[in-house]
């Protein structure tokens, strides 16, 4: 059984589950790929983000989507909560230094 994954595990796991992705496609064509659903559902679930590396932000605003939510003059209502739940997503990819 394998250890619970950390964040610090999350660039080895995106490479693995590339790696995975390109098995199942090998050799394929975009057509042939297309028309197999069972491969295609295979590949979605290989490079979906799941476990303790998943983080997903919900904003509480609704109408503006994607980066320009980060924009103040696109959202005005809530680009500063959003940055700040960017923020804290980023330093929790950066490990802390002993002193």
């Known amino acids: 059984m394998k250890a619970r994954s950390t964040i610090n595990d999350f660039p080895n796991d995106i ?3 590339a790696i995975k992705a390109q098995q199942f496609v090998g050799g394929m064509v975009f057509e042939t790929f297309a028309s ?3 491969t295609a559902f295979a590949v ?3 490079l979906a983000v799941e476990g303790p590396t998943k983080n997903q932000f919900v904003p509480k605003t609704a109408g503006v989507h994607g980066s320009s939510k980060l924009i103040p003059s696109r959202d005005l ?3 500063e909560e959003n940055w700040t739940a960017v923020l804290a997503f980023l330093s929790g990819l950066i490990p802390t230094q002993s002193r």
């Open 15 to 17: 490479r693995s589950a």
């Open 36 to 38: 197999d659903e069972k």
């Open 44 to 46: 979605v679930r290989a």
């Open 77 to 79: 209502q809530s680009a």
